[in-house]
Structure formats: structure tokens, C-alpha cells
């Protein structure tokens, strides 16, 4: 199975919106609601930031926000700050026993 | 606190075995499935393998299987990933991840190790 699509790059100037999509198929994105976004700043371990397509672990920030339709999910993020510069990467299960990542987008923040 | 620390990497040649461990604390290791996940030098995030909670269950990334054997020891609260026939493809850092929750491997991967570097080459 190949990777979930996502733009390489999005930027953003602080205070802006931006949303980055997550493309897949039928087998997976648009198969389940188990969606998960990621943030990893260089050199870092990535966090959760989103799951279940829309939901927030605790401690993360309401700026961020998941939805999906079809097969593209889709990250917000609102009010953009400048610590919000990182690498953005989306996940969905495809099937009970594979999960698949998607290539990845990095945010700037202008 | 929830912690997770991976070991066991390093430089190895084609064809080679290598072994890395995650030591986990902080929370009942026994309950959670615990995934391992790869990030080859300047790329994006590659699910591996992951082990659910009571062990009978074990699912590999079609790269790897066969390749590749998950296992953990819940007396240790420890996790392994037995590496072998290495190729060069397969150099990366390995992150161990938790599952956010008990009963699902499915709702995210909730905290990340610091990630080991696992280099093949001649």
C-alpha cells in the first residue's frame, strides 16, 4: 500500500489559518474514522496532536483541528505562531493490521 | 511520567542482525500495544511493526516482514525489535510509540521515544 498524500510545503504568516490535506482511498482514509495528525520539530520525536480525525489529546492546544471527507482529512491550524514551525504528518489504518503514514508537509511560518 | 527509551543502535553491515530495545516506565506496560516506527535520514515517518498487549498479536509493514521480529518481555516493561537480514534501506532512526489507549492500537501513538539510529553499510 502506498503512503497517504500531503503537500510537501504550506506557509503561513503568524495569525493566519492554514490547513493541510491528507489524501487516501476508499481502504483506508475514507474507510475509518482512525485519523491521526502528528507534529515533529527537528531533531524531535513526533507528538499527537490529533486522533480519531477530530479529536485532541489532552494538553494540545484548540488551535488545531481535524475533519475528513471522503478520503481526504484535513489538519487547521488557527492562529498561527511561530513555534507552530514544524513537520506535519497524517496517519490512517488501512485494514486491521497496517497503518500508513503520510510523506509529510512542513509548515513555515513567515 | 510516561517514558519511553529506546537502545541498541548502530552501524552494521548488509546482511546483518541487530537488536533494539525500549525501556518503558510510567505507566502499566502490560495493558498497551506498542508500535515501532521508523524515520529514514531526512524523510517521513514509516510504520513498522506493532505487538499488542497480550503478546499473540503481531503485525509487520509488508518492508519488513519476514525480516523483522517485535517481542516484548512485560516483566521487563521492555520492548524489542530483532532486526535481520539488514539492508541499506532500512537505515533510520527507530522510535518506540505507545498506543494513546489500552483497548486499540487504532487512536494514535501517544508518547514517542527520542528514537535510536540504525545505520547498514558497508
Known amino acids: 500500500q502506498s503512503a497517504l498524500t500531503q503537500p510537501a510545503s504550506v506557509s503561513g504568516s503568524p495569525g493566519q489559518s492554514i490547513t493541510i490535506s491528507c489524501t487516501g482511498t476508499s481502504s483506508d482514509v475514507g474507510g475509518y474514522d482512525y485519523v491521526s495528525w502528528y507534529q515533529q520539530h527537528p531533531g524531535k520525536a513526533p507528538k499527537l496532536i490529533i486522533y480519531d480525525v477530530s479529536n485532541r489529546p489532552s494538553g494540545v492546544s484548540n488551535r488545531f483541528s481535524g475533519s475528513k471527507s471522503g478520503n481526504t482529512a484535513s489538519l487547521t491550524i488557527s492562529g498561527l505562531q511561530a513555534e507552530d514551525e514544524a513537520d506535519y504528518y497524517c496517519?490512517?489504518?488501512?485494514?486491521?493490521?497496517?497503518?500508513?503514514f503520510g510523506g509529510g508537509t512542513k509548515l513555515t511560518v513567515l | 511520567e510516561v517514558q519511553l527509551e529506546e537502545s541498541g543502535g548502530g552501524l552494521v553491515q548488509p546482511g546483518g542482525s541487530l537488536r533494539l530495545s525500549c525501556a518503558a516506565s510510567g505507566f502499566t506496560f502490560s495493558i498497551y500495544a506498542m508500535n515501532w516506527v521508523r524515520q529514514a535520514p531526512g524523510k517521513g515517518l514509516e510504520w513498522v511493526s506493532v505487538i499488542g498487549a497480550s503478546v499473540s498479536v503481531t503485525y509487520y509493514a509488508d518492508s519488513v516482514k519476514g525480516r523483522f521480529t517485535i517481542s516484548r518481555d512485560n516483566s521487563k516493561n521492555t520492548l524489542y525489535l530483532q532486526m535481520q537480514s539488514l539492508r541499506a534501506e532500512d537505515t533510520a532512526v527507530y522510535y518506540c510509540?505507545?498506543?494513546?489507549?489500552?483497548?486499540?492500537?487504532?487512536?494514535?501513538?501517544?508518547?514517542w521515544g527520542q528514537g535510536t539510529l540504525v545505520t547498514v553499510s558497508s
Open positions: 510509540a505507545k498506543a494513546q489507549y489500552s483497548a486499540t492500537w487504532k487512536r494514535g501513538f501517544d508518547p
Open positions: 496517519s490512517s489504518h488501512a485494514g486491521s493490521t497496517t497503518l500508513l
